[in-house]
């Protein structure tokens, strides 16, 4: 018996086989889920995509375009899980986007409008538009997870204006779970440590990061992506079926640390 038997749900985010999306689905799928997955529009996009799916064991996925900056592709991938999957019980949000000409130390001042309010358009707000859609097909409830990190709430040079985006994420999500949670939704935001994947890679100073976390967290090591795949479950299924508007953290311990 898997945590995730008879679950279906829809995974944001996936990139490659580095996506910390992509290790929640792989864990989600091991515990007997079924995952539909999104992707930027594009034939490219798609192979991308599916490759990693189909290398991880993922036979036949099956995948929308969708451009989260779009409200008529959110609706059109949310009409089409409606049609292909009837109802849902779990949403993951994988996403995030800065230009990284300003994920750099001292470039926050720097930030321009534009790039300020793509930031928390694609980092916080699509949380927002597809909790919306994805209630209209939660018909059961649920759960929705967001991704998020230690610069939401304590300065990390570089992270920049991403950490005003990831500080946003987690405020929606309070106040997602506190409205969905009469029709028995739930919204928690987890909060992983710094991980070797492809956006990550565009902060400045990532290097520094990962040998001051291994010098300074508890566990005195980096947390391995899989963890965080292995959190996501306990918080997608009914393990944490009284878990809601919370941020729990897989960091090693980093967080707890007056550093």
Known sequence: MGLMDGQTGLVFGVANDRSIAWHIARNLIAHGAMCGFSHLPGDKMERRVRKTLEDGGVRDPWLFPCDVGRDEDIDALFDAVGRHFGSISFVVHSL?????????????????????????????????????????????????????????????????????????????????????????????????????????MAVGGIDDMFEWVEKKAPLRRNIDTDEVGKTAVYLLSDLSSGVTGENVYVDAGYNTMGL
Do not use: H, W
């Open 96 to 200: 995030a986007f800065a230009n990284r000409d300003y994920l750099q130390m001292g470039k926050f001042t720097q930030t321009p409008r534009e790039v300020f309010t793509q930031a928390l358009d694609i980092s916080a707000y699509t949380l927002v538009a597809i909790a919306e859609r994805a209630r209209r097909v939660m018909l059961a409830g649920g759960s929705i997870l967001a991704l998020s990190y230690y610069g939401a709430e304590k300065v990390v040079p570089g992270y920049n204006v991403m950490g005003v985006a990831k500080a946003a994420l987690e405020a929606c999500a309070r106040y997602l779970a506190a409205e969905l949670g009469g029709q028995g939704i739930r919204v928690n935001t987890l909060s992983a440590g710094p991980c070797r994947t492809l956006s990550a």
